[in-house]
């Protein structure tokens, strides 16, 4: 659960470099170029594979492990959770749904058209690119898309905030000295990511 | 004071049980939390009723017999005590107490507010001991410890088994018990040598008893009357890798 969050986490920093890439270059084939790249290598190929098993792999433990708890109490409380405690902790699940949700309209929009190739095509020296960025374009250029993805960036960073430090903690990393690093760790990478995938949907809506 | 009490009732561990409200008028500040509900129950058998039952023993905050779940925290709405070291001053005129047993799958209910606990002693028969006869006191630093590690298996000691920490968790884990359990004996030389096979016994136990799983919210530290900590767990994992790898 916590190596397969942690593997995640990386994932999540690799794509955001990708999206940022748009924003740096402001020339749309660099962008294309990239993504071509990701589609084409065969070792990214493999890596995919590898990424699906550990978010699947991720999702499976989480769903065992809720089960688990929620059977652990068959009887609720009538007055509970009054604990002062980690707050985003007692919602990892919940986030978790939002976060499905969204990875599954963002797989429409994007993943499935590139793999099925039904975004534009540009030619350019015998090599078929798919042209991404005027796809990103379009979906950022209407409200409701940005609203939705920015809001589920931030359901993201709840998610986050909570699940790198307590993947640390299941490592069995945890003491005075290091635990607070962590803690500033996981806010700072809850910040970049949420900061950074937020930044390109403002970006293209507002250009 | 005068006070509103709902309280669960149940007859027994089969019944379904529900919850009864109380008046209870002229209740001191001063007394303590099971002081009121012995007046509650007083008044209770005056009248020919069944009393409330609850565990308790020591009443001094250190045997771990009793606990309630008082306003949805474990030992009531004050930290680092019991249930029995809570006193009615900590409440206002007029509230209302909303007062119900540990909810757990492995802390049954028996009658009431007692639960039966009695899965932490399995735990403990699966590792929470040394198996080895160590004789009477031995001098003073015959056996070096490090103060550093003495200290934090005197901390993780600290523990009375009361179970706020698995009634406290949102996933009703034990993790917290059996990672004091575990911290206090694999830092002393005494207890080093039998740590591997004691992290893998209680930890198949503990999911075999139907405790939940850790998930690092931290309920149970807040809540702990001893202060026992978080980084317990994070031991307890730590030795739970070596044992296994």
């Not at chain 1, 902790?89 to 499935?112: N, P, R």
């Not at chain 1, 540009?122 to 209407?142: L, Q, R, S, W």
């Not at chain 2, 409440?91 to 119900?100: H, S």
Request: charged residues 20%.
């Amino acid at each position: 659960m916590s190596l397969a969050g942690i593997f995640l986490l990386t994932f999540l920093l690799v794509h955001l470099g990708i999206n940022l890439l748009v924003i740096i270059f402001d020339d749309p084939m660099v962008y294309n170029k990239a993504a071509h790249f990701m589609g084409t290598n065969v070792l990214i190929k493999i890596f995919e594979i590898v990424l699906f098993g550990g978010l699947l792999l991720h999702m499976i433990y989480a769903l065992i492990l809720q089960v688990q708890n929620w059977i652990a109490r068959p009887k609720r409380y009538n007055k509970a959770n009054y604990s002062n405690t980690s707050f985003f902790s007692k919602f990892m699940i919940h986030t978790a749904v939002i976060i499905m949700v969204f990875l599954v309209i963002h797989f429409i929009d994007f993943y499935f058209k590139a793999k099925f190739g039904h975004a534009a095509e540009i030619h350019i020296d015998g090599v078929t690119y798919h042209d991404f960025a005027a796809e990103i374009e379009d979906k950022f250029k209407m409200l409701p898309f940005v609203i939705f993805y920015i809001a589920a960036f931030v359901f993201l960073g709840f998610h986050l905030i909570h699940g790198f430090q307590s993947a640390f903690k299941t490592l069995g990393l945890e003491n005075k000295k290091y635990t607070p690093v962590i803690q500033f760790l996981a806010a700072l990478y809850t910040v970049i990511i949420v900061g950074g995938y937020s930044i390109m949907p403002l970006l293209i809506y507002f250009k | 004071m005068n006070l509103k009490l709902k309280i669960w009732r149940q007859k027994d561990s089969k019944s379904r049980g529900k919850f009864i409200n109380y008046q209870l008028k002229n209740i001191s500040p001063d007394s303590s939390f099971l002081e009121m509900l012995d007046v509650l129950n007083e008044e209770l058998i005056s009248k020919n009723e069944e009393p409330v039952v609850f565990d308790h023993d020591c009443r001094e905050g250190i045997c771990g017999a009793c606990g309630m779940y008082i306003n949805g925290r474990p030992h009531g709405p004050d930290s680092l005590i019991t249930v029995c070291q809570l006193h009615m001053r900590k409440f206002n005129d007029g509230d209302t107490i909303v007062i119900e047993p540990w909810r757990a799958r492995a802390f049954p209910v028996i009658k009431d507010l007692a639960v039966d606990r009695s899965a932490f002693d399995k735990l403990i028969q699966e590792g929470g001991y040394v198996s080895v006869n160590t004789g009477s006191a031995p001098d003073a630093n015959s056996i070096p410890v490090k103060k550093e590690f003495a200290d934090l298996a005197m901390d993780a000691a600290a523990c009375i088994g009361c179970g706020a920490c698995v009634a406290a968790c949102k996933n009703a884990s034990a993790m917290l018990f059996v990672g004091a359990k575990i911290s206090h004996l694999a830092l002393l030389p005494q207890g080093k040598v039998e740590a591997s096979e004691r992290v893998s016994r209680m930890v198949v136990k503990m999911d075999e008893l139907g405790f939940g799983n850790c998930t690092n919210t931290g309920a149970c530290e807040a809540e702990c009357p001893k202060g026992i900590k978080l980084t317990n767990i994070a031991r307890l994992n730590r030795e739970y890798y070596k044992a296994v790898f």
